[in-house]
């Protein structure tokens, strides 16, 4: 088996990236893309083929030595039919039948997975393999998503829909979502909430070192927010401890709900590091029960944007080990 090799997918809105993974989660070869979905999907699951081959043609393999395949893709998806069923990110892709057409174009076995629950099962595999302990993913970027980690199985839910944490309600009252509820935790602790929050601020008059970025830049980003922050900044300091607090909060029902060891936070905003570590950790501190000590580790991702593919990949072995 050590010539074997899976192919781990992760198919975004904006690009596709495609990795060839041993079976202790070393990626061998990768490649990247952009997705451009438009193009329709036949096109773009044809360029994840091509991509397959290219990844062991470069690894001197055939496909022979492929033992599985995992996609990681943006829901919801039915996994029963192996089909992306409408993707927000991925306009026009209704029903689209992922899992078949690479089953028939690779000859081999084909894992989807929801692409959250694909980083949060390769943060399992390999960001950590001295600790695979149950763990919930955060993935702090345009939404927010997540992926559940249960005694080794991604948690799925009877409607194969569970791990949309990122629509867990922190404020009722608050603005209205894109999925038509109001207060979600995407609406406080996603990059794309920081930075509309700012630029809110600044249009109402606010004053703040932003608005010297926003002009020379044009644009702003959750980073720009971040490091004001750290310059202590008080428009981006306010912003930045209400969306730690909120996440603290979204960490404390988290654990509450499934009692993880971990809880681990991704995506963009987590490039942040230790300053958003430490101020979701004490807002946490300050706000969790004092009837247990159930207190998990909260950390920061450490597969970074690879986490998708590796995970698909990793799901795929699993797979293949399992004999299904």
């Given at each position: 088996?050590?010539?074997?090799?899976?192919?781990g997918?992760d198919?975004?809105?904006t690009?596709?990236k495609v990795?060839?993974?041993?079976?202790?989660?070393?990626?061998l070869?990768?490649?990247q893309?952009?997705t451009?979905?438009?193009?329709g999907?036949?096109?773009?699951?044809?360029?994840m083929?091509?991509?397959s081959?290219?990844?062991?043609?470069?690894?001197?393999?055939?496909?022979?030595?492929?033992?599985?395949v995992?996609?990681?893709?943006?829901?919801?998806?039915?996994?029963?039919?192996?089909t992306v069923v409408?993707?927000a990110n991925?306009v026009?892709?209704n029903?689209?039948?992922?899992r078949d057409f690479l089953?028939k174009?690779l000859?081999v076995?084909?894992?989807?997975?929801n692409?959250?629950?694909a980083?949060?099962y390769?943060?399992?595999?390999v960001?950590?393999?001295?600790?695979?302990?149950?763990?919930v993913?955060l993935?702090l970027?345009t939404?927010?998503g997540?992926?559940?980690?249960?005694?080794?199985?991604?948690?799925?839910?009877?409607?194969?829909?569970?791990g949309e944490l990122?629509?867990?309600?922190v404020n009722?009252?608050?603005?209205?979502c894109?999925?038509?509820?109001?207060?979600?935790l995407?609406q406080y602790a996603?990059g794309?909430?920081?930075?509309q929050?700012?630029?809110?601020e600044l249009r109402?008059?606010?004053?703040?070192t932003?608005r010297?970025?926003?002009h020379?830049?044009?644009?702003l980003?959750a980073?720009?927010?971040?490091?004001c922050a750290?310059q202590s900044?008080?428009l981006?300091?306010r912003?930045?401890l209400?969306t730690?607090?909120?996440?603290?909060l979204?960490c404390?029902?988290?654990q509450?709900a499934f009692?993880?060891?971990r809880?681990?936070?991704?995506?963009?905003?987590?490039?942040?590091?230790e300053?958003?570590?430490?101020?979701?950790?004490?807002?946490?501190?300050n706000?969790?029960?004092?009837?247990?000590?159930?207190?998990?580790?909260?950390?920061l991702?450490?597969?970074?944007y690879?986490a998708g593919?590796?995970?698909?990949?990793?799901?795929a072995w699993?797979?293949c080990?399992?004999?299904t």
């Open positions: 088996m050590s010539f074997a090799v899976a192919i997918i198919l975004g809105g690009n596709l990795a060839a993974v041993d079976s202790t989660g070393r990626v070869s990768s490649a893309t952009a451009n979905p438009a193009r999907p036949e096109i773009v699951l044809a360029e083929v091509d991509l081959d290219r990844l062991l043609t470069q690894l001197n393999r055939t496909r022979a030595a492929l033992i599985g995992g996609v990681g893709a943006p829901g919801p998806l039915n996994q029963t039919a192996g409408r993707a991925l026009g892709w029903d689209v039948p992922i089953h174009s000859h076995l084909v894992h989807l997975e692409d959250a629950n980083a949060a390769g943060e399992f595999w960001g950590d393999p001295k600790n695979r302990t149950d763990l993913l993935t970027g939404g927010v997540a992926g559940i980690i249960l005694g080794g199985q991604v948690l799925r839910g009877h409607f194969e829909n569970a990122g629509h867990m309600i009722p009252e608050g603005p209205l894109a999925c038509g509820q109001r207060g979600c995407e996603s794309t909430s920081v930075t929050r700012a630029q809110s109402g008059g606010a004053h703040s932003l010297q970025i926003l020379t830049q044009g644009t980003n980073s720009d927010v971040s490091r750290q900044d008080p981006s300091m912003i930045w209400e730690c607090m909120y996440l603290a979204a404390i029902n988290i509450h009692n993880p060891a809880i681990i936070l991704g995506g963009g905003l987590s490039q942040a590091g300053f958003l570590l430490h101020s979701v950790q004490n807002e946490f501190k706000r969790f029960w004092k009837l247990g000590h159930d207190v998990p580790a909260i950390g991702a450490r597969l970074g690879d593919a590796i995970g698909a990949a990793g799901l699993k797979n080990t399992a004999g």
